[in-house]
């Protein structure tokens, strides 16, 4: 199994900052690229920001400037520094990673629960 969990989420005003956090656990092969994507009510998932394992680095342009998606030390963890929070960042946030297991040949994205994140104006 493998499982991906998100924590760090919650209320904060406009202008302030959250850490989220990602760790991915079980029989996990590899793990490339890792993300974040968010989803506001009535709306479609949305990409915020990959990282590779080499460390190459891709945002929304909505999220440029403001958050930085880094890996962390321990393998297969991930985090989403946000800045300068906006009422429009508003969503529950989703750990992705594409992920291969141990004796298989196949790669699948591999999803958490999602964390809520409010910002109030």
């Known amino acids: 199994q493998v499982q991906l969990v998100e924590s760090g989420g919650g209320l904060v005003q406009a202008g302030g900052s959250l850490r989220l956090a990602c760790a991915a656990s079980?029989?996990?092969?590899?793990?490339?690229?890792m993300g974040w994507y968010r989803q506001a009510p009535g709306k479609q998932r949305e990409l915020v920001a990959t990282i590779t394992s080499g460390g190459t680095t891709n945002y929304a342009d909505s999220v440029k400037g403001r958050f930085t998606i880094s890996r962390g030390n321990a393998k297969y963890t991930v985090y989403l520094q946000m800045n300068g929070l906006k009422p429009e960042d508003t969503a529950v946030y989703y750990c992705t990673g594409r992920g291969r297991r141990y004796y298989s040949d196949y790669e699948t994205d591999y999803w958490g629960q999602g964390t809520p994140v409010t910002i109030s104006s």
């Open positions: 079980g029989t996990i092969f590899s793990m490339n690229p």
